[in-house]
């Protein structure tokens, strides 16, 4: 059975969470855990291991047991309300869950972490943040990420001194046990919100998160970290800093607090080597007033090497944006040929 999430997205909400489960999961098999190093180049037949199904993020799956004459006879196969995590004010639903060996996983907008049985919905293993409940600005998060015998999430927390802490957060896969916990974003400002919302993204030994907060002054960027410790390996800037290229798109010192958050997880071409992401509004939002210029990389496409963080292309989709036209969801990259001539591809969405 498919394996399918409502939204559509391939190469550039707040909802119930038992409810979207409930439809969606009857008679997914059980796998082996014996695992060769994981390829999601293609779309996925038996499980879904990525947030957007495949490294492409194409949120395709090619099954047919559900198809227009029988999906009038879909119905839900069980229920779990995950302990009361993520209900209540504050807090919104807004995780995709993926699916491997058999086990679904999935945080909450609380920042806790579920396992569940995908064929009962009896959950395996819970994580609780250990984070204090007065800690500000938004703790959605929107999936996580598998590797190497772990799972990957983010959190936010509120430190002694009142400064918002982000950190990334690997689990055990069997156990939900931290295997290790690494603070992120340490040199982000005091004034500068701080999120992570976007889902990791884990391939070949590392995992890549980038920060939100563009709608506070936040500077935007990419990190890659090592999934065996944490430790990070580079660090990409949406916002280039003097001596980087692009600097000069951004009038006198603005680019300090420029924006270009990354609010979703990015696409991957395993076979170039590339990251594609796509980047939020400048800031200040809707005053262009203080940072004329183009302002690089707000609203855009950045394609980044993927073992480096270098930079390869960018396309600006609006230039010195001051209506919010950013890219807010996820790239999808494809294969089209244009002219007779095959082609990689990336579509990208805006608001515009």
């Known amino acids: 059975m498919s394996f399918s999430l409502t939204h559509g997205y391939r190469h550039a909400r707040r909802g119930l969470v038992y409810g979207v489960l409930a439809g969606s999961l009857v008679g997914i098999p059980a796998m082996s855990s014996a695992q060769p190093a994981p390829d999601y180049r293609a779309a996925p037949l038996t499980e879904w291991p990525v947030v957007g199904g495949d490294w492409g993020n194409s949120r395709y799956s090619p099954l047919d047991q559900i198809n ?13 309300r995950l302990n009361g995590s993520g209900f209540g004010p504050g807090y919104s639903q807004q995780a995709a869950p993926v699916v491997k060996d058999g086990t679904l996983y999935i945080p909450t907008g609380q920042q806790d972490v579920f396992a569940l049985d995908a064929k009962t919905g009896a959950i395996s293993w819970q994580y609780f943040a250990d984070v204090n409940p007065r800690t500000p600005g938004n703790k959605a998060k929107r999936g996580v990420a598998l590797g190497e015998g772990m799972v990957f999430t983010s959190q936010i927390d509120l430190g002694a001194n009142g400064d918002s802490l982000a950190y990334l957060v690997a689990l055990d896969q069997k156990t939900g046990q931290v295997r290790w916990k690494s603070q ?9 919100s701080k999120y992570s919302t976007a889902p990791p993204l884990y391939y070949d030994g590392l995992v ?12 935007g960027r990419i990190a890659a970290y090592d999934a065996k410790n944490g430790s990070e390996v580079w660090h990409f800037y949406t916002v280039p800093g003097p001596g980087e290229y692009g600097n000069n798109t951004w009038e006198g010192d603005s680019w300090q607090s420029g924006g270009a958050a990354i609010w979703v997880q990015p696409a991957l071409d395993a ?7 796509n980047t939020g509004n400048a800031w200040p939002d809707y005053n262009g007033a203080s940072r004329g210029g183009d302002n690089l990389f707000t609203a855009s496409v950045v394609a980044i090497d993927a073992r480096t963080g270098a930079y390869k292309w960018h396309y600006q989709l609006v230039h010195h944006d001051i209506w919010d036209f ?4 996820p790239l999808v990259l ?16 805006s608001k515009a």
Not at 209 to 218: H, I, Q, R, W, Y
Not at 337 to 347: E, N, Q
């Open 334 to 349: 494809f294969d089209q040929s244009f002219d007779g001539t095959p082609r990689k591809a990336v579509a990208a969405h």
């Open 184 to 192: 992120i974003g340490t040199d982000v400002p005091s004034y500068a």
């Open 208 to 219: 890549y998160l980038g920060l939100a907060g563009g709608d506070g002054a936040l500077r």
């Open 68 to 80: 227009t004459t029988n999906v009038k006879n879909l119905k839900g196969g069980w229920m779990q």
């Open 271 to 277: 076979d170039l080597g590339m990251l594609y992401l």
């Open 326 to 329: 950013d890219v807010p969801t």
